[in-house]
């Protein structure tokens, strides 16, 4: 369970169904066409899309102006994973992503468990993205006289629930004005849609599964048309978004900015998922490293371009938007739209709601192109079945994983517009970025790497203690309400209370481990630095969160035992490292 594939291995690791074709080609193999300027047009195009459109208002609701730090704090922890990323793949460029990064540095049952999480990562972000898609499409569509059906615009699951939590009322003669309106809603077009056999109804999100079976097409013909795409979309939104701070620049009122933080520290952090939510998919450029020209140079500039240019137009639109109008009007779903309607800039809001189907779109593009990756790697090293390894003879794509790529996502997408929370595909993001950190830390704690780019080393002997020390200075100076309810709960004796505190009694235990370890063999700072902030800011998605993870990691487990460590190619090899 604990055997590491080496480097060396790792970068001699063919397509498992590779065959010399025309020209001495080889047939499974990806591929090359991504330059440094896609790569980058790849990150912004998944980071530039939900966050901004969306999530952004109610972290700013919660937050007030303030969260533009918090942008700022959520990217400083995404550089320090950036900085890991990029040295592996500068020093292992092939596909895989953190998987393949965990193999070696962690082994194989790490690897699994990260694979297994990026796939509920891409997989749940993208349904949630689909949905939301669905949402402004129909909304568009409604604007210009164009209305598809109700009950082709909402998931089966949703429409069935909301229709029998109102059909219970009824029936206990209580008020319908106790049901929400989306329950109410729920009801109506449950009742008037088309009945198909029985009792069972036509009832799906149609726009959400088209969108991902059309997004999936362009990803199967190949990664040069998805790349065209992609670059189009990001000219697209980056001009959309860049005419908002314009405009919405001669709208601030100064006296919206106060108070600034106007719910405290705890505040700007209730919106830590949603505004990480918005990074999430940064770590996708590395999952096309076989598709790059030059790997080992263009990935990790892309990865810290697509960082840096993101997160300086997160912290200017929140600002324009927090000074446009007042935080506590920002809870809502299309922030961006929202505030334009409010200055009387109407133009301005439909032209925003247009261009939040086209960045949506990138985001599923790009969350498309990754995770097939992902499951083709995977199959290569026998931990999936060798047909998903397969790769098309003439589009150079992971045929087999694209498809079932698809349905993965589109399915769900069609048929049950869950209510998924966005912290569910925090946590895996955060746990690959967290293993990433630790992969340095095993494969170069002192920064002596021969790699073409490698973390700067800095000696985190003295430097982990001190930080740590004045970090909870700072949360006792201007946080001392959440240590007194972190304390009460701990010492409450109502399991209950006990439980959600958790993730956060195992962070503190792993400091004061990490700190001790950071001293006696002086670890490189800005990679156990990266470790922290990214399991920092995982006790702050609640144990509901947790609960789900561990059981999602449960069927992986079970997968790996059941599969995987049969097949694992590395049972048939010598001179794997224990």
């Known amino acids: 369970m604990f055997r590491r594939k080496s480097i060396a291995q790792l970068q001699s690791n063919p397509p498992a169904d590779a065959h010399a074709g ?22 912004i195009a998944a980071v ?23 942008f700022v704090f959520t990217a400083i922890a995404c550089a320090f994973s950036a900085l890991c990323y990029a040295q592996f793949a500068a020093t292992i460029p092939v596909s895989g992503s953190a998987y393949t990064y965990a193999y070696a540095s962690f082994g194989e049952l790490a690897a699994w468990i990260i694979g297994w999480a990026l796939i509920m990562e891409y997989a749940v972000g993208n349904i949630v993205v689909a949905i939301s898609w669905s949402d402004y499409f129909t909304g568009l569509l409604d604007g210009v006289g164009l209305h598809i059906p109700d009950y082709l615009t909402l998931g089966t699951q949703s429409a069935y629930a909301g229709y029998h939590a109102v059909l219970d009322l009824m029936l206990a003669g209580r008020p319908l004005s106790e049901a929400t309106a989306a329950q109410q809603e729920a009801y109506r077009i449950w009742s008037a849609a088309p009945t198909l056999f029985g009792d069972f109804k036509l009832v799906c999100d149609l726009p959400a ?24 979309l990001v000219l697209l939104k980056l001009a959309v978004v860049g005419v908002v701070i314009v405009v919405g620049a001669f709208y601030v009122k100064t006296a919206n900015w106060t108070p600034f933080a106007p719910n405290g520290i705890g505040g700007v952090l209730k919106g830590v998922s949603a505004v990480f939510f918005a990074y999430i998919g940064f770590d996708a450029i590395s999952t096309t490293a076989e598709e790059c020209k030059n790997p080992q140079r263009d ?54 709601a247009v261009s939040a189907v086209f960045a949506m779109t990138s985001v599923l593009l790009v969350f498309q192109i990754g995770q097939p990756r992902i499951w083709l790697t995977m199959s290569r090293d026998g931990l999936l079945p060798p047909v998903f390894a397969k790769v098309h003879p003439k589009f150079h794509t992971p045929s087999f994983s694209t498809i079932v790529t698809g349905l993965f996502v589109g399915v769900p997408a069609l048929l049950l517009n869950m209510d998924l929370v966005i912290d569910l595909t925090s946590i895996g993001t955060l746990f690959a970025f967290a ?39 700072a949360l006792w100076q201007y946080n001392r309400s959440a240590i007194s309810e972190f304390w009460q709960a701990v010492s409450s004796g109502d399991y ?21 370890v950071s001293f006696t063999k002086r670890l490189s700072l800005l990679p156990v630095l990266g470790l922290l902030t ?42 794997y490292k224990q």
């Open 209 to 232: 599964f088209i969108i991902t079976v059309l997004v999936t097409a362009l990803v199967y013909i190949g990664i040069k048309e998805s790349k065209t795409a992609s670059n189009l």
């Open 299 to 352: 990935l990790p500039r892309a990865m810290i371009y697509a960082l840096v240019i993101c997160t300086i137009l997160y912290v200017i639109i929140t600002l324009v938007l927090t000074g446009m109008v007042s935080y506590t009007e920002l809870g809502v779903g299309d922030p961006l739209s929202f505030v334009f309607k409010q200055v009387g800039v109407d133009w301005l809001a439909g032209v925003v």
């Open 534 to 575: 990214n399991l920092y800011l995982m006790t702050q998605l609640g144990i509901s969160n947790w609960m789900l993870f561990f059981g999602w990691l449960i069927i992986g487990l079970a997968i790996y035992f059941g599969y995987s460590n049969k097949h694992s190619k590395l049972n048939t090899r010598v001179g």
């Open 48 to 70: 530039i899309g939900a966050g901004i459109f969306s999530t952004i208002g109610n972290a700013s609701h919660d937050g007030g102006p303030a969260v533009s730090l918090l």
């Open 496 to 516: 209950e209370q006990f439980r959600h505190q958790i993730p956060m009694l195992v962070f503190l235990l792993f400091c004061v481990g990490l700190t001790v």
């Open 22 to 43: 025309v020209g001495g080609e080889q047939d499974g193999h990806l591929a090359r066409h991504l330059s440094v300027r896609d790569l980058t047009a790849l990150g």
């Open 435 to 473: 293993l990433v950190c630790g992969g340095i830390l095993i494969i170069d704690p002192h920064g002596q790497s021969d790699a073409r780019f490698k973390v700067p080393y800095l000696s985190g002997r003295y430097a982990v203690g001190l930080i740590l020390l004045a970090a909870a200075v």
